[in-house]
């Protein structure tokens, strides 16, 4: 107890520093993708699978393995995550073929799936009661390092060594963090885990949630089929270099920690509102993307709106979570790990499909569409349920 009583933020970073090597490893692919079907012999297209599998195992297997192990130190296990998490990318950057890499990548995501499930609720049962929503914007705020700082870092790297060594020092990165989450974060009993049945009727009985993760299946597939494929995109449209890619990919994490804090002030008084400008920057930039994106400038000023509004509706979303059911919470958010990963996968998916059969350009326009569509639901759904739509902030720090 003395770590939680005496050093509660040190946990909360531990914890914050696990969401960064989580989400840069499951979307390194994405800024290496060129190089990595061509090491392994395979079509852009397919080497997106490296996305999809992760995203399908994260998010399908989450429900189950949070109930499975409701009764399981989260600080134990959080550690074996991130155990299995290191081990994954010392495989994958090992690899002889690219089946072995997919295999390693679907076990990986199982690992992933849970943390995204748990990591939240720990950061926020370690602090404070009057502090649980800033610990919950400081794990959030994960993401946009990782967008900032990680995966650009990924795409330096593997142009100064290969992809393989890149592998490897994310896994050296694993091995530090799970250090700092055995010293730093206190034992945690498991505190909101139900039952797997229990965890798959919520929806059924709770309309609020049932909307957030329409929202996000619809929000996530339009926006994952455009991103992860945005180099080749930048390089058929911008002519990119390796190095712009770099830049690209920093530029749209900076917007995203940007729209992070933009929303941390304006979700509270009206999260319907932020979500709705955000998801219309999104699809602005998307649709001007495909007009003006031919100019490395202007396909880096879009670059930036993109993020920023992705930053924006990712609290949104998180926030829309939280407050439909705030006494499940670790369930709640197991489910919104099932829906956010598997679409991630699915839109990976399609937007191989897309690359491989109608050109780079259909993925962006795959994009447009979808986003588009979680602003209709929002907008259609709260004129028949003004009271109820689950876009009702969480406690915000």
């Given at each position: ?45 397919a ?22 192990t ?19 990318n ?5 690899s ?103 965890v ?19 929000f ?17 449209g ?14 749209f ?145």
């Amino acid at each position: 107890m003395e770590t939680l009583e005496k050093h509660p933020w040190s946990g909360v970073s531990a914890i914050t520093a696990s969401l960064f090597v989580f989400l840069t490893t499951e979307l390194m692919p994405v800024g290496l993708l060129t190089p990595l079907s061509s090491s392994l012999g395979t079509t852009l297209g397919a080497a997106g699978l490296m996305v999809t599998l992760y995203g399908i195992s994260a998010g399908l297997g989450v429900p189950f393995l949070v109930a499975w192990t409701r009764r399981v130190d989260r600080r134990a296990l959080l550690c074996t995550l991130l155990v299995v998490l290191t081990l994954g990318n010392v495989v994958t950057a090992v690899s002889p073929n690219y089946p072995l890499v997919l295999a390693t990548r679907l076990v990986m995501g199982f690992a992933s799936g849970v943390f995204w499930a748990i990591g939240v609720s720990m950061a926020m049962r370690i602090v404070p009661e009057r502090h649980a929503g800033r610990a919950a914007a400081v794990v959030m705020s994960g993401i946009s390092i990782a967008t900032v700082v990680g995966i650009p870092l990924g795409t330096v790297l593997e142009s100064l060594t290969s992809w393989r060594t890149t592998f490897l020092i994310w896994a050296g990165l694993g091995v530090l963090v799970l250090i700092a989450v055995a010293a730093a974060v206190p034992s945690l009993p498991s505190g909101s885990a139900v039952p797997v049945r229990d965890v798959f009727r919520l929806p059924l009985a709770n309309t609020r949630l049932r909307l957030v993760l329409v929202v996000v299946v619809l929000f996530v597939l339009g926006h994952f089929g455009a991103y992860t494929f945005v180099r080749p995109v930048l390089e058929s449209g911008a002519s990119a270099t390796p190095a712009f890619i770099t830049a690209a990919l920093m530029v749209f994490g900076a917007g995203g920690a940007i729209g992070n804090w933009v929303a941390g002030f304006t979700v509270a008084r009206n999260p319907r509102a932020g979500f709705l400008v955000g998801g219309a920057g999104l699809v602005g930039s998307l649709l001007v993307l495909l007009v003006i994106g031919a100019g490395q400038v202007g396909a880096i000023v879009l670059l930036a709106l993109w993020g920023i509004s992705f930053g924006v509706v990712q609290l949104c979303q998180l926030n829309m979570t939280q407050a439909a059911a705030p006494d499940t919470f670790e369930a709640a958010m197991s489910l919104n790990t099932l829906a956010y990963n598997t679409s991630i996968a699915i839109a990976a998916l399609i937007g191989g499909l897309l690359v491989d059969n109608l050109g780079v350009r259909s993925v962006t326009w795959f994009g447009v569409a979808l986003t588009a569509t979680s602003l209709l639901v929002v907008l259609t759904t709260r004129r028949r349920n003004p009271a109820g739509t689950g876009l009702a902030p969480a406690a915000a720090g």
